[in-house]
């Protein structure tokens, strides 16, 4: 009997609970491993609700073995968002789970914007605030690079 890890199992049972009742699975999951490029930057909404917002950074590298720098948005909510708050840092290195979103908008011009994000379920830090030392030289990333 093959044993499935936490993740396998997970994801199967995350596409057994989205089938369309034509039975293909629909599936919006991401599981992310990287660096902060900034400080997680948090703010309280009129509504009460913590937001705290970063970007991880990911590589990939190429058949020439040159790297190739990812920088994807992560939105994190309430409790998670001060936890992130508190221990995240600039070079911190976190595995995130979560799901993507894309939202839409006008802007005052009738210029249609869209920002595709991470809304993370799980941030798990695989490095302290006290190994900022690791990104000190990773480049500031704005949210326009994005």
Not at 38 to 55: H, M, Q, W
Not at 81 to 105: D, F, I, M, P
């Amino acid at each position: 009997m093959v044993r499935e890890n936490h993740l396998q199992l997970a994801l199967r049972e995350h596409v057994t609970l989205t089938r369309r009742h034509r039975g293909q699975p629909q599936v919006n999951k991401v599981l992310l491993a990287g660096r902060l490029t900034r400080d997680p930057e948090t703010r309280e909404l009129a509504s009460g609700k913590r937001i705290t917002t970063f970007v991880v950074t990911t590589e990939e590298y190429a058949d020439n073995g040159q790297a190739k720098a990812n920088h994807h948005a992560v939105v994190v909510w309430d409790k998670l968002a001060a936890v992130c708050a508190q221990y995240l840092g600039k070079g911190s290195r976190v595995v995130v789970e979560g799901k993507l979103q894309t939202h839409e908008w006008d802007d005052e011009t009738g210029l249609r914007h869209s920002k595709t994000e991470i809304n993370a379920a799980a941030v798990e830090l695989m490095s302290g605030r006290h190994a900022q030392d690791f990104g000190r030289d990773a480049p500031e990333v704005a949210d326009d690079d994005l």
